[in-house]
């Protein structure tokens, strides 16, 4: 009987010894559960950007080296990557032809156009009939064809000096550069146009200087300007344009000449 009596007991502590045995046999694959994925994930984390790493990763794994899928070449994104390129193009000119102009001014020219329409402004609008400004011409009729450009510069130098004078050839220079990159064919690409746009920029750095022969440049660029749109039928007015344009041009440069044979 007492041996009876001592089984149920010894059966008991057995179960709870091996409930405690599993208990902790289950927390410890738990923990080495636990341990296993603070491992990877501080691998993943250590691992470096820049490395073959990336390309040794397992086929669970998310694949960072992989491109975007190849768009298609149609007509539409030849035509949107033209554009691009001409606008690029056609800027780039203009850029070349800013940087150009600015030169130093080591010619003293300017110092008498200066000088010229300060008297002008001193003595009235228009150009006197003698020359003030000479001591061997005085009291000698003489013609300043440019008188204009006298005026245009003198109050460049009476704004900002030397900066306003630079000004004066930087926008000039850019104005005659955008003329010259709006000659094109419509529905033709204009890159080529745009190349010729700079090879005529370095030909006509040497006159980017504060001169009337200065003014020539943007006035025969917006001579075929005109021309060329009235050739496309893109421009109306030309009877009237031409002729202002002229009348302007001679006042401000004695070689607005030229202008006129190219019109004719």
Known sequence: ???????????????????????????????????????????????PVFSDAFDQHGPDEEDYDELPDDEPLTPELVEEEAIRGDFMLRWAGILLAILMAFTQLSDTRPLVLIKSGEHMRSNGFLPPRTDPLSLTMQDQSVSNVSWLFDHVVSLSWKLGGPLGLTALKVMLAAATTWLLSRISIPGLPTWWSSICVGFAVVACSQDFFPTPELITLPA?????????????????????????????WCNLDSKAWVGAFVIV
Do not use: C, F, Y
């Not at 089984?7 to 738990?30: L, Y």
């Not at 660029?221 to 202002?244: E, Y």
């Open 1 to 47: 009987m007492a041996d009876e009596e001592q089984n149920p007991e010894s059966e008991e502590a057995a179960e709870v010894s091996g409930s405690d045995s599993s208990a902790k046999a289950g927390g410890t694959e738990d923990q080495q559960t636990d341990n296993a994925a603070s491992a990877e994930a501080a691998a993943t984390t250590a691992r």
């Open 220 to 248: 025969m660029a917006l001579t075929m300007v005109l021309l060329t749109r009235h050739r496309l039928g893109n421009s109306t007015g030309l009877h009237w344009k031409l002729p202002a344009l002229i009348a302007v």
